[in-house]
C-alpha cells in the first residue's frame, strides 16, 4: 500500500527529483556522449569563457558515472544543481562550441556536436545564452525514436516599454539617450577592494552627463534609467528608439582580474571583435540579459548571425567618428587607453538606425581608477567629454546638410 501511494505522490508531483544517473560521459573530437540510466526531463548548454568552458545542466539527473575523455577536454566537473538536476561542466582544452545536441536511444543518451572555433566566434558563443534539448517524447512505447532536437529560449518576461521623461523643451534639438549600464538584480562589475558596484557607478555618470547636456541648451537627454531597475538590453536600446532618438551613449566600467589595467575605451558595433579583449568585454556585458542562468531577452541573442545591412554600415561610420572625437576631447580630460577606439559585437549597440557607443569610463577593478569615476571630480570630466563630442558631432552633422 505504502509503494502505491509512493508512485501516486510521484506522478501528482510532475517531474520527479533524481529520475535518472550520469552512467557516463564520453569525450570525442567531434561530439559528447552523456550516457543516463533512465529518462531526464530536459537537459541545455551554454559556453562560458575566461577560461573557456562547456556547462551541461541536466533536469532529472543525479551527478556520477564513469568519465572518458580523448577530446578538447582538460577536466570534467560535474554537481548536484537545484532540486535533482546536475551540472557537468567541461574545461575546454582549446575553444569549441556546441553546434548541436540530440537525445537518442530512448531519451538515455544525449550527443552534443562540437566544433573547434577561434577565440572571438568562442566569445559569441558565449554571449548568446543556452541551447535546450528535450528527451523524445515518445520513449518506452517500443517504438524507436527519431532523433529529436529543441533549442528554444527560456521563457521571456515580458513587459511594456515605460518611456523615460525628456529632459529640455525645444523639440527642434537633436535627443540623445544615456543609459546607465546594469541595475536591479544585475550589480555589473563589483569592485574587489571596496565592494563598489558598476550599476551604482554608471546611474551617477549618466545623471552627471545629462544635467552637463541638458545646461548646453543644444540636446535633449533622456536616461534609459533613473534608479536602481533592471532592464534587458534590448529595452535599453528600445526606449531610446522609440524616442527616435539621434544619439544612443551606454555607460558602463570595465573590470579583469588583475588591478593593473585602467583608462577609458569606447566600444563600437562591428560584426567581430577589434581584438581579444574586447570579445571578452562583449561576452561579459551581453551576459546581463542571462541573470542566474535565466535569460531575460524577449528573443534569443544571436549575435553571431548579426547581419549588418547598408542602412546599419551607414551608422556604424557615424557611429565609429562619434567615438573618435570623444576620444579626442576626453584625452586631456580624462585617463584613456591608448587604443581608445575599439570594435565588438555588443547587443546594446544593435539599433540599425542610430548612432551607438558603449563607453567604458575605467576599470573599477583598479583601485585608482574606480576611485576616480566614482568621484565628483571625476563625472565631471567624463561628462564634460561627452558634452565636447556631443557638441562637435550635432555641430557637423547640422553643417553636412
Ligand atoms: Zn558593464
Excluded at 221 to 246: N, S
Excluded at 263 to 269: F, M, P, S
Aim: with cysteine.
Amino acid at each position: 500500500m505504502s509503494f502505491l501511494l509512493a508512485l501516486f505522490a510521484f506522478w501528482l508531483g510532475g517531474a520527479p527529483a533524481w529520475a535518472a544517473t550520469v552512467e557516463r560521459i564520453d569525450v570525442r573530437p567531434d561530439r559528447i556522449v552523456i550516457r543516463f540510466d533512465g529518462v531526464v526531463a530536459q537537459a541545455s548548454t551554454f559556453a562560458l569563457d575566461g577560461p573557456q568552458r562547456i556547462a551541461l545542466d541536466v533536469d532529472g539527473a543525479r551527478p556520477g558515472g564513469r568519465v572518458d575523455s580523448d577530446g578538447l577536454v582538460d577536466g570534467i566537473r560535474q554537481a548536484a544543481r537545484g532540486d535533482g538536476g546536475a551540472r557537468i561542466v567541461f574545461d575546454l582544452a582549446a575553444p569549441a562550441i556546441v553546434t548541436e545536441g540530440k537525445f537518442g536511444r530512448n531519451g538515455h543518451e544525449l550527443t552534443l556536436m562540437l566544433r573547434t572555433v577561434d577565440d572571438a566566434r568562442f566569445a559569441r558563443a558565449a554571449a548568446e545564452g543556452r541551447m535546450r534539448f528535450l528527451p523524445p517524447f515518445n520513449y518506452g512505447s517500443g517504438v524507436t525514436p527519431a532523433v529529436y532536437r529543441v533549442s528554444t529560449p527560456v521563457p521571456l518576461a515580458s513587459r511594456k516599454l515605460a518611456l523615460p521623461r525628456v529632459y529640455g523643451d525645444d523639440d527642434t534639438r537633436p535627443l540623445v539617450v544615456i543609459d546607465a549600464g546594469h541595475g536591479g538584480v544585475d550589480p555589473g562589475a563589483i569592485s574587489p577592494d571596496s565592494g563598489l558596484r558598476e550599476k551604482d557607478v554608471t546611474l551617477k555618470i549618466a545623471r552627471s552627463i545629462r544635467d552637463e547636456l541638458v545646461a548646453s541648451g543644444r540636446v535633449r537627454v533622456a536616461l534609459t534609467r533613473e534608479d536602481d531597475k533592471y532592464l534587458i538590453l534590448q529595452e535599453r536600446y528600445g526606449i531610446a528608439r522609440k524616442l527616435k532618438a539621434d544619439l544612443f551613449i551606454s555607460i558602463h566600467c570595465d573590470s579583469v582580474g588583475g588591478g593593473s589595467a585602467s583608462g577609458a575605451t569606447v566600444y563600437t558595433l562591428s560584426e567581430v571583435a577589434s581584438d581579444k579583449e574586447s570579445a571578452r568585454l562583449a561576452a561579459r556585458e551581453n551576459k546581463a540579459d542571462i541573470i542566474q542562468g535565466v535569460n531575460l531577452a524577449s528573443t534569443p541573442v544571436d549575435i553571431s548571425s548579426i547581419l549588418i545591412d547598408l542602412t546599419q554600415r551607414e551608422t556604424m561610420n557615424a557611429s565609429a567618428n562619434f567615438a573618435r572625437v570623444l576620444g579626442r576631447e576626453a584625452k586631456p580630460l580624462m585617463p584613456i587607453k591608448p587604443n581608445f577606439h575599439r570594435m565588438a559585437s555588443l547587443v546594446v549597440l544593435k539599433a540599425p538606425d542610430m548612432p551607438s557607443i558603449l563607453f567604458e569610463t575605467g576599470y573599477i577593478s583598479n583601485p585608482v581608477d574606480a576611485a576616480f569615476i566614482d568621484s565628483r571630480d571625476g563625472r565631471a570630466a567624463i561628462a564634460q567629454s561627452v558634452r565636447r563630442a556631443v557638441d562637435i558631432h550635432f555641430a557637423r552633422r547640422m553643417a553636412s546638410r
